[in-house]
């Protein structure tokens, strides 16, 4: 009986033994398939990031190359030339901004204490196209007040050339950029129809590098043109600001001359 009872538990084992195996080979392909989407989801995220860390700069950058060297530098260059020419412009004219109510009132205020020497003192000492003008026609406020109003005329007109000096450079590459990005769009379109003329049949793979490289140029000077347009509103909007001052400066030097002769 005891003999019996050790062949069943034997054969029991066994028969367990079997079904835990059986159950752990269908486990395994399970996880294996479970490891293996989880990696493909991991190798997907990181070329998302991948994708995403590239940024607007380098994007940029790609599709600059791939625009070719003829065109592009070119338009590269009218927009290192004009952002140069703007750069200079916007701290000429922030340099050349006076505070015309405090001057006015130092002016005032030397006239009536020291003269037309201890006036001309103080615009000396301050900077700018508005100074320059109270002095030219402080100068010439021993002569005659329509002497000091010619003066102060004929020096505006010297300060407004300085002011708008280098802007007409800006308007010109203004204009160039797109008209050379056109150009760029113009030639790789005939570069296109020129290969489909020498195979003789029509395939969007053999034309579709030199359209492309048609469409980046006048997108980048499209870009070039947008960005000195802002440059050059604000510089022109600086320079009227600048112009009305000096309008409104020149008319209040006359009545402080012409109270100062009474």
């Not at 293996?36 to 995220?45: F, N, V």
């Not at 508005?130 to 100068?139: F, K, N, P, R, T």
């Not at 203004?174 to 113009?186: C, D, E, K, Q």
């Amino acid at each position: 009986m005891k003999k019996l009872f050790s062949i069943l538990a034997m054969a029991g084992l066994f028969v367990l033994s079997a079904n835990t195996v059986s159950a752990n080979a269908n486990v395994i392909p399970s996880n294996m398939s479970s490891t293996l989407a989880t990696a493909t989801l991991m190798l997907q995220d990181e070329a998302a990031a991948a994708a995403e860390d590239r940024g607007f700069t380098q994007v940029l950058k790609e599709q600059f190359i791939q625009g070719g060297a003829g065109f592009m530098g070119i338009v590269l260059l009218c927009l290192i030339l004009g952002l140069a020419v703007a750069i200079e412009r916007i701290i000429y004219l922030n340099m050349a901004s006076t505070n015309s109510t405090k001057l006015k009132q130092a002016v005032e205020d030397a006239l009536a204490s020291g003269g037309i020497e201890a006036a001309k003192e103080v615009c000396r000492n301050t900077r700018g196209p508005v100074a320059s003008i109270y002095y030219q026609g402080l100068d010439r406020a021993g002569d005659s007040i329509e002497s000091a109003e010619k003066a102060v005329v004929a020096y505006g007109g010297v300060q407004m050339g300085q002011l708008e000096k280098n802007v007409s450079w800006l308007s010109l590459f203004i204009a160039i950029a797109p008209m050379l990005g056109f150009m760029g769009t113009v030639i790789g379109m005939i570069q296109a129809f020129q290969k489909i003329s020498a195979v003789g049949n029509l395939s969007a793979s053999l034309i579709a590098g030199d359209i492309q490289v048609a469409l980046l140029t006048t997108v980048f000077g499209l870009i070039t043109a947008i960005i000195l347009q802002i440059f050059y509103n604000y510089i022109i909007a600086k320079i009227d600001s600048i112009v009305n001052d000096m309008e409104d400066s020149s008319i209040t030097l006359i009545d402080m001359l012409v109270d100062h002769n009474k």
